[in-house]
């Protein structure tokens, strides 16, 4: 009877294992599918072209990601500068200042817009944002642009990772200690001064790890960016300029444009591309982490 316990117990163990390998080894898989399939146009283009030329003449057979990365990283800065702030702010509010009640009615709400799906998102920034940039934002600073600009995407992607930062600042200053606290504020540290000096101070690995969360969100974030920055081939010189990040490059192509010689492979690499950087700010983020709790434990 005691074997068979002990069998059943094995059994579990290595069943478990093998699905844990299994979900590992399909990132894997992922990684060398995209490879591999990215071959012929590596083979083809040195690396250094691919990565800082700005031509892209799919006919010609020229595919310079540049204009593409830039974009990305435009409209990952802008939601990152506008999201950052606030959330912080709204994340010291919920977890410092407000009452638990005010708590617990406000932060199930602002959990509920990481449910949205993002195509509303994008259909809420093609309706609101990009005509308010068009008619009451740009004339005050350039002369014509249609609205659908970098500005645009930074906004809509900043209200898109607003919950990811709030909810993981709050869980980080949740794990400050309390006596922490007390003790500051028992030497005659104001609310404010505690927030600051211990708080923040204490939580910084966590609000760099949160940070770095949500640029990999920004990073991968497709259909509303698409719906929002324009979509042309170039190096955006202002915040009004139309951009093509790599997410919407790869959506609006993949499936249509597979006559063309080498575009097959242009466009997987471009997904290996946005795979290894999301995937560094992955790993990055969870090093911090895992410092945190080290530290804590």
Known sequence: MKNIRLLKDRFIDKTFLTLTLLSISTVVLIALGLFYKSIPILNSTSLYNLLFSSEWKPFKEAFGFYPFIVGTLWVT?????????LSMLTAIYLSEYAH???RRLVLPLIELLSGIPPVLYGVWGVLVIVPLIQDHIAPHFVEF????????????LAIMIFPLIISIVIEVFD???QDLRNASLSLGATQWQTTKKVVLRKSFDGIVAAVVLAISRAFGETIAVLMVCGNLAQV???????????PALIANNYGEMMSIPMYDSALMFAALLLFV????FNALSRII?????KRNN
């Open 77 to 85: 800065a802008i939601a990152i500068i506008i999201a950052l702030p």
């Open 236 to 246: 955006p010189h202002s915040l009004f300029d139309s951009a093509y990040p790599l």
């Open 289 to 293: 982490l895992y410092r945190i709790e």
């Open 277 to 280: 950087i999301i995937f560094l």
């Open 100 to 102: 638990i009640r005010v």
């Open 145 to 156: 642009t249609t609205g659908y600009s970098v500005l645009a995407g930074g906004i809509v």
């Open 175 to 177: 794990n400050v200690p």
